[in-house]
């Protein structure tokens, strides 16, 4: 077995080839003794790097996420970490991907230059452009089924629903679409708001998104190339699930006045379907149970 390596400097780790032959039990022993540890907004989940060109990511993850990643890996030229193993361990989970250096955008932002940013938000709408034409394979676009890619419908999480509880699964497009009809219902009968003739949109196919575009999660490298990291709340959704995504999701800082046009310019604009999920968030979050 390779050695636990509990204070080595990255220049010391090993390399994956070095380690790659170890046991999943071993992989977990390097990641529990492991002190290079990357920021994470979600306290829940930890990224450790136990090796000089790859970094574990455990806690508590679910399946779908290192699906999507080799799914968009394999089927895209969005650049995400390769997915190099999968890690089980009775009832504990975690995989092994690239270690990428560089940058999050919200680390970098004032040293990018006005044509960097302008690339930075290009590349993230031809990502985006790309993730909405992938589809599962040997299944056809007909039969995606709401939420995170999985061999039976999935619980939902994300800024569209209760951020403790989630909500679904969705066996079907209609069964989200009536659960968003019911939390209008309950919204007008306990909040006596919204008043006014409102609906939930279904007239977009469902389209693989990412639903967490923040500035942390987005990676600039060493080269300027754009990454796509955490793909946790991913999955299928309408295509508009991803505008508020992004729009909720701490670009202010950065953007500014521009916040409003440059999310839009990324994602498209679907500032009425915004509007709706707004009017809705009472029950979406206090009233999540009723």
Known sequence: MYPIHH???????????????L???????LYDACENRLTSVDKSTSVRRIASDVVVKAGAIRESEWITM????????VLVPAVRRVLHVNERKGFVMDYIPGQTVNQCWHNLGLWQ??????????????????????KPRSEHVPGPIGHEPQLCLGGMFSPDYGAGPFASYDALKSWFRWKLHVNRKVRKYPTEAVKFDFSLPLALTHLDISSYNILVDKESRIWMIDWEHSGFYPQWFEY???????????????????????????????????????????????
Not at 12 to 21: M, N, Q, V
Not at 117 to 138: A, D, E, H, M, N
Request: charged share 15%.
């Open 7 to 21: 204070s080595l400097s990255p220049d010391e780790l090993p390399s994956w080839g070095d380690i790659s032959s």
């Open 23 to 29: 046991s999943d039990e071993e992989l977990f022993a």
């Open 70 to 77: 080799i799914l968009v890996h394999e089927t895209t030229t």
């Open 117 to 138: 940013r302008f690339s930075l938000f290009w590349t993230l709408r031809s990502y985006i452009k790309q993730l909405r034409r992938v589809s599962i394979p040997g």
């Open 244 to 290: 508020i995504g992004m729009y909720n999701n701490c670009w202010v800082d950065q953007l500014g006045k521009w916040h409003d046009w440059i999310v839009g310019f990324v994602t498209g604009f679907y500032r009425k379907q915004a509007v709706f999920i707004s009017m809705i968030g009472w029950a979406l979050t206090t009233g999540v149970f009723l």
